[in-house]
């Protein structure tokens, strides 16, 4: 066994404890670490802009996009605007009434927007995770990068590996850059909303029940 190998033995045998069932429940490869509880029901997706699918017609929004493609009802909490501050006010009403099985939440741009310390848009998000994890629902830490070098990057993933977490890092890769998968300078059209909602599909379906 080369080294290469040994690391992603031992790495898989640490957390075999934690992802064995749901490996066999699904017949695929969880990420190791990786505890993403899908006890059935609905999908949330809590965010800003992203998520309501600003730019695009009702419908071509990637939590609409994701349902068809994973075959699950998935509910669009997104609010235009939202900071981390403003998402935690509303969980209750809008993401835990729901009695979620998963919630995939894509916060932070508007806090970088608006100058909100990091310090309290990593506390603002760690205090949604564990609310939702009280529950027993899964939780998906999704990374909408807005600058070359994002500032929350590391403490995202610190976050994900604590709380063991599936973080899809750089959701808007190539969409930015993109005229033709954009409405405006901020947001996705139809076309790039629905290459989001694919690339949270490939992640997420190893998890999901049959």
């Known amino acids: 066994m080369d080294r290469k190998k040994a690391v992603v033995f031992f790495s898989s045998a640490w957390f075999f404890a934690g992802t064995l069932a749901i490996g066999l429940l699904n017949g695929g490869c969880a990420r190791p670490g990786v505890v993403l509880a899908d006890k059935g029901g609905p999908i949330v997706c809590l965010g800003d802009s992203l998520t309501s699918g600003e730019g695009a017609l009702p419908g071509q929004d990637y939590p609409s996009v994701l349902g068809k493609l994973i075959g699950r009802t998935v509910i669009n909490a997104g609010v235009s605007g939202d900071t981390t501050r403003e998402a935690l006010a509303r969980l209750e009403k809008d993401v835990i009434s729901a ?96 290459l989001m909602a694919e690339r949270i599909a490939r992640e997420l379906k190893p998890y999901l029940r049959k």
């Not at 848009?121 to 990068?145: F, H, K, P, S, Y």
């Open 99 to 194: 009695n979620p099985a998963l919630v995939i939440v894509a916060l932070g741009a508007n806090d970088f927007f608006q100058g909100i310390p990091k310090k309290e848009t990593m506390d603002n998000l760690r205090r949604i995770v564990e609310r939702i994890q009280q529950t027993g629902a899964g939780v998906v830490l999704v990374e909408t990068r807005v600058h070359v070098v994002d500032p929350y990057l590391k403490l995202f993933q610190s976050l994900a590996r604590e709380k063991r977490l599936l973080l899809i890092p750089d959701i808007l890769k190539g969409i930015f850059s993109n005229p033709a998968l954009k409405s405006d300078q901020l947001h996705p059209n139809a076309a790039g909303y629905a």
